[in-house]
């Protein structure tokens, strides 16, 4: 079965880097792209970016350009997330999901990541 | 790109319908058939209930459904249980690889 399962929860201080993992399984790697969502404490969705894990190409959402960076592993079916100069603001759950038809079909567990000093 | 318009709260009787709105733009719901919808229960992480604007994931009851007309999207639940009460989210490309999510919708069984 298809399942996507993201590294811990991580505390970090302002201007410090997080980097999510998320692993996957149940399906060949290549075949999907990943997406990345965050959710802020009692607020909606929001759409990062995604990484194309066969060519390894990557597409931003504008207010993260320059901050974030997705990578994979294709050994191991992992796509990474790295997001940089942390503020308050980036306190959220962050999510991957395997994209279907431009949304996504199976998300992993969330991870929460919170910055504060 | 801005985000899709949704209502914020909608509440409804058991075995009743409902239809929740997204109201996007020409250059994202209006320009492509390409609007997913999402329930999001406390704590848990989403779970798409339709893509493509219409088509329902395999598992997902036929109780939903998807629609469109000109910039806005629909999301219709019919015979509403309370096991459907939670919080929906729309999404839609929007051009350039990339995709706008709506401000999502909390949907209260009374």
């Known amino acids: 079965q298809v399942q996507l399962v993201q590294s811990g929860a991580e505390v970090r201080e302002p201007g410090a880097s997080v980097n999510v993992s998320c692993k996957t399984s149940?399906?060949?790697?290549?075949?999907?792209?990943i997406l990345w969502v965050r959710q802020a404490p009692g607020q909606g969705l929001e759409w990062m970016g995604v990484?194309?894990?066969?060519?390894?190409?990557?597409v931003y959402a504008q207010q993260f350009r320059g901050r974030l960076t997705m990578t994979r592993d294709t050994s191991t079916g992992t796509v990474y997330m790295e997001l940089s100069s942390l503020r308050s603001q980036d306190t959220a759950v962050y999510y991957c999901?395997?994209?279907?038809?431009?949304?996504?079909?199976?998300w992993g567990q969330g991870t929460l990541v919170s910055v504060s000093s | 790109q801005s985000a899709l318009t949704q209502p914020a709260s909608v509440s409804v009787s058991p075995g009743q319908s409902i239809t929740i709105s997204c109201t996007g733009t020409?250059?994202?719901?209006?320009?492509?058939?390409?609007v997913s919808w999402y329930q999001q229960h406390p704590g848990k992480a989403p779970k798409m209930m339709i893509y493509?604007?219409?088509k329902r994931p395999s598992g997902v009851s036929d109780r939903f459904s998807g629609s469109k007309s000109g910039n806005t999207a629909s999301l219709t639940i019919s015979g509403l249980q309370a096991e459907d009460e939670a919080d929906y989210y729309c999404?839609?490309?929007?051009?350039?690889?990339?995709?706008?999510f709506g401000g999502g919708t909390k949907l209260t069984v009374l």
């Open positions: 999901a395997r994209r279907y038809g431009w949304g996504g079909d199976y």
């Open positions: 149940g399906y060949t790697f290549t075949t999907y792209y």
């Open positions: 990484i194309d894990p066969s060519s390894r190409t990557t």
């Open positions: 020409s250059s994202d719901v209006g320009s492509y058939d390409l």
């Open positions: 493509a604007g219409s």
């Open positions: 999404s839609s490309y929007a051009g350039h690889s990339a995709v706008v």
